[in-house]
């Protein structure tokens, strides 16, 4: 959509990812105008948010499920198609149905308040001002790697799964995948089909055969909201709990002897990585032409630096999908609603609450 003269709204959605998306849905399905009761601020050249972004080889059939947006339900015709290719045309064919006011490119450099009630949006395409803001930016932008002894004398590559694409790129190569989750254990697969590998991870994985049922969802969620509602960085399902789920590539690497981990090692050399000595075991090395680090995302939230929303623990202290003390900020797609069910929810969430907020005396409002 092309950028017009309104500058001026109710509310300013950072990201047009699955939490942006549900976002603006449930924004009009509370009245608020499109265009100038809200907006969407999207960063990206063209729909599909981290999706679009995602590595060839990820298909629709090997994804987490990919939940239906609210009002428009996800059915792929062929689950072996790229997930780069049919989830961004998804989200285009919702932008259109629904006629959301989504801008792009537009990137959001710093949100800052500028009154009690109004806030001013710095942007690539010049400034927007709102009485209340969503940010829905997710993690994608913001791969992270962490720090260990020697990293920086590696003479191989390293690579965050950000930038990662094939296996192919690897063959003749040994890779070392460090990191416990699921694209760890997916991108591990791949890559030992064609080449030889090692598994690192900080703690033991733990097995679970089939989805995750009501009841585990919910403790796993339940974790999450506790450590933000505590100002802590949100983890994700595997981080908080531990668990991965038991797929068909998983079984398939287990029974090629792929899976089997061992502990992060302590420091880094020009040619592998390496274990200290402990409990009288010498110390371990091994070779390496490769270091992937699947190491997960930070929340991408640096452009609300000028609001100061960081509790001493690192993350920021929630209340709800508003940030604990402002009621006219909202984070979707953070912390426990960083999945694509949970951000639906939260998108209608934090739209009921924005309405009560800015519109107390509207009259009902529409089914959402």
């Known amino acids: 959509m092309p950028v017009t003269s309104t500058r001026d709204v109710d509310v300013a959605v950072i990201g047009a990812g699955q939490a942006g ?57 062929d689950g ?13 064919e919702y932008e259109r149905r629904f006629d959301l006011p989504v ?40 791969p992270f790697v962490p720090r260990y002894p020697g990293q920086e004398t590696f003479t191989g590559r390293q690579l965050h799964t950000v930038v990662y694409r094939s296996a192919e790129e690897f063959a003749g190569r040994h890779v070392v995948v460090v990191g416990g989750g699921a694209s760890a254990t997916q991108l591990l697969g791949e890559i030992s089909a064609v080449t030889s590998t ?63 981990r061992l502990p992060m090692f ?15 075991q010498p110390d371990r090395f091994i070779r390496a032409d490769v270091i992937l680090w699947a190491t997960g995302f930070r929340a991408a939230v640096s452009h609300l630096a000028p609001l100061h929303l960081r509790a001493p623990g690192g993350g920021i202290r929630m209340d709800g999908t508003s940030v604990a003390g402002e009621p006219r900020v909202h984070l979707v797609g953070y912390g426990p609603s960083a999945s694509t069910i949970g951000a639906n929810r939260a998108g209608r969430a934090a739209a009921r609450d924005l309405r009560r907020l800015l519109h107390p005396v509207a009259g009902l409002p529409r089914s959402a």
Do not use: C, K
């Not at 072996?80 to 285009?92: G, M, S």
């Not at 995750?212 to 100002?231: C, K, L, S």
């Open 21 to 77: 998306l549900s976002t603006a849905w449930a924004l009009a399905r509370q009245g608020f105008e499109p265009g100038t009761g809200f907006v969407v601020l999207d960063a990206d050249p063209a729909p599909g948010g981290a999706w679009q972004h995602r590595w060839p080889s990820l298909t629709v059939g090997t994804t987490h499920r990919v939940h239906d947006l609210p009002g428009l339900a996800f059915e792929p015709d």
């Open 80 to 92: 072996n198609r790229r997930a780069a290719d049919v989830v961004p045309a998804y989200f285009a």
């Open 103 to 142: 801008h792009r490119p537009v990137r959001v450099s710093a949100v800052r308040r500028i009154r009690d009630d109004r806030f001013r949006l710095e942007t690539s395409a010049g400034d927007w001002t709102a009485q209340a803001i969503v940010n829905a930016t997710g993690t994608w932008t913001r």
């Open 198 to 260: 090692t598994w690192v991870t900080r703690r033991p994985p733990i097995w679970r055969e089939g989805p995750f049922d009501e009841d585990a969802g919910r403790r796993a969620v339940a974790m999450v909201e506790e450590a933000v509602r505590e100002g802590r960085r949100p983890g994700s399902v595997v981080g908080v709990t531990g668990l991965l789920v038991s797929t068909p590539y998983i079984r398939d690497g287990l029974d090629r002897g792929v899976l089997e």
């Open 266 to 280: 302590d420091r880094i050399t020009p040619d592998g990585v390496a274990w200290n000595a402990t409990d009288g």
